[in-house]
């Protein structure tokens, strides 16, 4: 059985690089951790512990970036971006103090954040998909699509949903006619683990031709963390999932979409393309109305369909949680 808890390891989104500008701070909490990114002037991206060792002063509140350090508003101390303790005002020389620096990378527009419950740094073969150039299907130039920010993206701080949720909608297929209306049964045509990834393939047939029309391939690096390309007739778009547990309480949901550019308007995103991106809100809604008041159940019943996907997908889950079953805001039980 899954040991779900919410401080899984790997890759989590913290935020959309274009949330932080240059020279500014912000303040954030996950995983039961207060931090603080900011970009020097020159726009490298930091994330920290956030309280001072002084006296505790939250540095995202209040805080000032001054070239690679972040300023404490309470007695001045700074902070470099390595989270050593650069200088004191007042005082000929700084303390040997250190804040914990958290390893941090952007992709796509998106900000990441490696945890791992003991502490280490990133682990040699969980590295990010990427989300152009993984898919053999069609491998594409992040170029030729619109970034995401700010105008395809939906942001849910606050969920009181257990990440797990999201992730099973790897192996299920046949919600997508009861919960998003498609108005064929799609096929999970394809599941596998390679490495520490999971692949899978679900296919939509054409109401009129009875033929594969539409195809939904994922990459999940971990749990938290979906890199989706939708891939059919006259639809080519890519988009990530994420989920980060901010506490044992509530995690944080984003969805990123990447749509083509329209070689008529490159830089501006047609309206059509505008109108779907104001739609995607509701695509997220009509999976989260059911999460929000879902148990996990651990032993379930299965149509017989399910047991390949949802057996590898939980098989493959397993290895993320490595600490103790804990505190969800999703309730779960052995079985009903």
Request: proline share 8%.
């Amino acid at each position: 059985m899954l040991k779900l808890n919410m401080k899984p390891t790997g890759w989590f989104q913290i935020g959309w690089s274009g949330e932080i500008a240059p020279g500014q701070a912000v303040p954030l909490r996950y995983f039961s951790h207060d931090l603080v990114a900011f970009r020097s002037a020159d726009g490298r991206l930091s994330v920290l512990d956030a309280h001072c060792k002084h006296l505790g002063a939250h540095l995202g509140h209040g805080g000032k970036v001054r070239g690679d350090c972040i300023i404490c508003p309470y007695h001045g101390w700074a902070w470099h971006e390595d989270g050593s303790n650069a200088n004191i005002p007042y005082q000929d020389k700084p303390t040997g103090a250190k804040l914990r620096k958290w390893s941090a990378i952007e992709r796509h527009g998106l900000i990441f954040l490696w945890h791992d419950p003991s502490g280490e740094g990133p682990r040699d073969g969980w590295e990010l998909p990427d989300l152009f150039a993984d898919f053999p299907e069609g491998v594409a130039n992040e170029a030729d699509y619109y970034p995401c920010y700010p105008q395809a993206v939906v942001d849910r701080p606050g969920e009181h949903i257990h990440p797990q949720l999201m992730m099973e909608n790897t192996a299920d297929s046949v919600h997508f006619v009861f919960t998003h209306g498609a108005p064929e049964y799609p096929q999970l045509t394809d599941c596998r683990i390679e490495g520490n990834r999971l692949r899978s393939t679900m296919a939509f047939k054409s109401p009129k031709t009875g033929e594969f029309a539409l195809f939904n391939r994922g990459i999940k690096p971990n749990v938290g963390l979906s890199f989706t390309f939708f891939d059919g007739n006259n639809v080519h778009y890519r988009l990530i999932l994420t989920a980060t547990p901010i506490d044992d309480e509530a995690a944080h949901f984003r969805v990123s979409y990447f749509l083509p550019r329209d070689p008529a308007s490159p830089d501006t995103m047609p309206l059509k393309l505008r109108d779907f991106a104001a739609h995607t809100a509701e695509l997220f809604e009509e999976d989260a109305r059911i999460w929000r008041h879902q148990i996990f159940v651990q032993r379930p019943v299965y149509a017989q369909q399910d047991i390949k996907g949802y057996t590898m997908l939980r098989n493959w889950s397993e290895r993320f949680y490595e600490g103790e079953a804990g505190t969800s805001p999703t309730p779960f039980v052995e079985t009903l």
